[in-house]
């Protein structure tokens, strides 16, 4: 029950944090107008969604855990795909 508790609470931090990252790279996006920051603010989002959804699906909607693993590793593959992208391009 201890580790369920550590699980949820790391999740809930990942979540917010992944969230602000989000909300500040959107921001200096809107700002500046850059193509790089907007790509940065999706590559978090997806990120932070893959995380989200995760949950969801593990606690709320009981779905088998290895559909929720999955779930959340393909949005944080793709997530650091476009924060690569985001990096690398103009």
Do not use: H, N
């Amino acid at each position: 029950m201890r580790y369920y508790t550590v699980v949820v609470a790391l999740k809930t931090v990942t979540l917010l944090l992944g969230g602000l990252v989000t909300y500040f790279a959107s921001k200096a996006w809107r700002r500046t107008g850059s193509p790089a920051l907007r790509s940065l603010a999706i590559g978090f989002g997806f990120v932070t969604l893959g995380s989200l959804l995760a949950g969801v699906a593990d606690q709320v909607l009981a779905m088998d855990r290895t559909f929720a693993t999955l779930t959340e590793s393909a949005l944080t593959a793709v997530g650091f795909a476009v924060i690569v992208y985001s990096l690398y391009a103009d």
